[in-house]
């Protein structure tokens, strides 16, 4: 044999083989970020709780992931514009604010955090002094650390009743780029809010109860209180 023909030898093995890996590591990779009717464990057992405190889900928080969870997934989905397939997968983890799993899941997981903030702040501040759009995105981090709220950024957003955004058509709007780089700030740790965990706009608002809570500051239109 040639040298030629050994060569073109070894790229055909090299590119067999490669193809063999990819077969069997990328479904894998994939299927690892897959979650469907008749998954099971911890991870179904999450998205149950989080879509059960959220109000999309009624039934038993207990692994199995049936037709009451793909419903509820649906629902979901339906509600942050996703694919409505009832499939769990990496764009609906994203939403979720659960790891999608790789080497970058950290970093994804911090952009997902970063748009869902932003989306929040353009749908809730948007035309209010910047200083009022990071006081904003801070009281949802302060939530996030409180502990009579969710402990994930996203669970504390979509928990039901929380923010008006989601349900008066707000929050589907184009994000604003300065609340995006409010989110970027509120993130990075600035609170000008001094801890604050609600804010109410005190002419609109008609919740005694929040008109009741020790304010810290006003920023804008907004009352800041605990």
Not at 7 to 16: C, E, S
Request: net charge positive; glycine share 10%.
């Amino acid at each position: 044999m040639n040298k030629r023909k050994l060569g073109m030898a070894v790229a055909v093995v090299f590119l067999v083989n490669l193809f063999v890996f990819w077969l069997v590591m990328g479904p894998m990779e994939a299927g690892a970020a897959v979650y469907k009717r008749g998954s099971t464990g911890d991870t179904v057992r999450q998205i149950q709780q989080k879509l059960k405190t959220w109000g999309y889900y009624s039934g038993k928080v207990d692994g199995i992931y049936g037709p009451k969870t793909a419903e509820a997934v649906r629902w979901f989905q339906r509600k942050n514009r996703l694919l409505i397939d009832g499939i769990v997968g990496k764009a609906t983890l994203a939403a979720l604010g659960m790891p999608t799993g790789g080497v970058a899941s950290a970093s994804a997981t911090r952009n997902n955090d970063l748009e869902l903030l932003a989306r929040l702040i353009s749908a809730e501040a948007r035309g209010e002094p910047y200083t009022g759009q990071v006081a904003v995105g801070a009281v949802v981090l302060n939530r996030v650390r409180h502990p009579s709220f969710p402990g994930s950024l996203a669970s504390v957003i979509y928990q039901n009743g929380a923010f008006s955004c989601l349900n008066d058509g707000q929050w589907n709007a184009a994000v604003t780029d300065s609340a995006r780089k409010a989110a970027k700030d509120a993130l990075n740790g600035w609170d000008p809010t001094g801890g604050a965990i609600y804010y109410y706009n005190p002419v609109t608002a008609t919740n005694q109860w929040i008109r009741s809570r020790p304010v810290i500051t006003s920023i804008g239109r907004h009352v800041f209180c605990m």
